[in-house]
């Protein structure tokens, strides 16, 4: 086994000879076992700047997913019926006002409806989101962990707000990381001799 195939995925910058010049940078990633992927973002700049942007865009959303998510479960709601309103009007939203970050900054940081003033946490909670999202991309890259990872940070920050909102921790985030990681176990398992190794 290559003995850069022990390395967990990792991004750093190496000092390199190319067109650009003597001074010019790039980026390595080692795929490490359990970690492997048939594409890599970091094959080519263009597909590290695509990705890059797509998981911002992604990442956001799901910030304002993972917001109205933990409102709703605070508050003994489904969170995956019903479309999403103002929780002080009931206005249903349209998908204008569903952008993240920018809705809210066109209108104001208010409802259209009824004048009144969505907390900044929102906005706020869907930039760091997606600030996330890219970082588990730049981290493990397009692997199963990539995605089971993925899955876990989802589940914490979803917890985190609905802690913060009612100070309970539902169960059902412990259920659905559990499930993430045994259904991703065969594709991520490291053997102990593996582990034995990366210590050494």
């Not at 942007?53 to 605070?74: D, E, K, P």
């Not at 760091?128 to 990539?146: E, G, K, P, Y």
Request: glycine share 6%; aromatic share 12%.
């Amino acid at each position: 086994m290559d003995g850069q195939q022990l390395w967990r995925p990792v991004l750093r910058l190496q000092r390199t000879d190319s067109p650009d010049g003597p001074d010019s940078y790039r980026f390595l990633h080692f795929a490490g076992v359990g970690d492997r992927t048939m594409m890599s973002i970091y094959e080519y700049k263009p597909f590290l700047i695509f990705f890059v942007a797509v998981a911002a865009v992604f990442g956001a959303v799901m910030g304002s997913f993972l917001n109205c998510a933990a409102w709703r479960i605070a508050h003994g709601e489904s969170f995956l019926k019903g479309r999403s309103r103002c929780p002080e009007c009931g206005h249903i939203l349209t998908p204008l006002e569903l952008i993240p970050v920018l809705s809210w900054v066109i209108q104001g940081g208010k409802c259209r409806s009824c004048g009144k003033k969505i907390p900044v946490r929102y906005p706020l909670t869907e930039l760091a989101f997606a600030c996330i999202t890219v970082a588990c991309l730049l981290r493990f890259d397009l692997t199963v962990l990539c995605l089971r990872n993925y899955i876990f940070l989802c589940c914490l920050f979803c917890l985190s707000l609905v802690d913060l909102e009612s100070f309970i921790i539902p169960d059902e985030f412990h259920i659905i990381s559990i499930a993430a990681w045994l259904v991703t176990l065969p594709f991520t398992f490291i053997s102990p001799l593996d582990t034995g190794l990366r210590i050494l």
